[in-house]
T-cell receptor, first 115, second 113 residues
Framework: DAGVIQSPRHEVTEMGQEVTLRCKPI?????LFWYRQTMMRGLELLIY????????DSGMPEDRFSAKMPNASFSTLKIQPSEPRDSAVYFC?????????????FGPGTRLTVL | LAKTTQPISMDSYEGQEVNITCSHN???????ITWYQQFPSQGPRFIIQ???TKVTNEVASLFIPADRKSSTLSLPRVSLSDTAVYYC??????????????FGTGTRLLVSP
């Protein structure tokens, strides 16, 4: 398996622009997570899905952030409008409940810079 | 969620054994202890998970005393490539009711030649 795939790997945009981050989880996994990592706040869980359904989005910072999972193999995290404080590395992870260790498999991340 | 406390940083030399201890005094009965490793510019990677006593895999060992209020990740004979941040997480297994994993600040391990 190719692991969790994220695109783009790097994104530079200007304040006010819409940003869409994409994630393809590992095939067969039933949980998908979006995290954000910054030096100040560390690794934070933004939202997670179970079987394509959003379960908990309490970590989403504000209404400018939205996430969707239209099918089991694709998810997006959208920021509209983007702000400089959104600059961070965004990770997507997937997991299979019932596996022997509950491992979350992380993607390589998208480094977002908002100017 | 059980709060965890681990050292901010540790230094070691190649070939040494490294032990990173994590405190989790309010661990719950159904909580497991999981360790992740994160290299610069990469996402965290699962290392090991345990409930009690000792767990060993090809990468590390995890020692958990009977009271489970702490745990120790042991990395045998570290190399330069083990330089990374190590996170200790405590929480129930996902099939018993998922709770958010809190990664905290982790322990930054620096391995020198």
């Amino acid at each position: 398996d190719a692991g969790v795939i994220q695109s783009p790997r790097h994104e530079v945009t200007e304040m006010g622009q819409e940003v869409t981050l994409r994630c393809k989880p590992i095939s067969g996994h039933d949980y998908l997570f979006w995290y954000r990592q910054t030096m100040m706040r560390g690794l934070e869980l933004l939202i997670y899905f179970n079987n394509n359904v959003p379960i908990d989005d309490s970590g989403m910072p504000e209404d400018r952030f939205s996430a969707k999972m239209p099918n089991a193999s694709f998810s997006t995290l959208k920021i509209q409008p983007s702000e400089p404080r959104d600059s961070a590395v965004y990770f997507c992870a997937s997991s299979l409940v019932g596996s022997s260790t509950d491992t979350q498999y992380f993607g390589p991340g998208t480094r977002l810079t908002v100017l | 969620l059980a709060k965890t406390t681990q050292p901010i940083s540790m230094d070691s030399y190649e070939g040494q054994e490294v032990n990173i201890t994590c405190s989790h005094n309010n661990i719950a009965t159904n909580d497991y202890i999981t360790w992740y490793q994160q290299f610069p510019s990469q996402g965290p990677r699962f290392i090991i998970q345990g409930y009690k006593t000792k767990v060993t895999n090809e990468v590390a060992s995890l020692f958990i005393p009977a009271d489970r209020k702490s745990s120790t990740l042991s990395l045998p004979r570290v190399s330069l490539s083990d330089t990374a941040v190590y996170y200790c997480l405590v929480g129930p297994r996902m099939n018993t009711g998922f709770q958010k994993l809190v990664f905290g600040t982790g322990t930054r391990l620096l391995v020198s030649p």
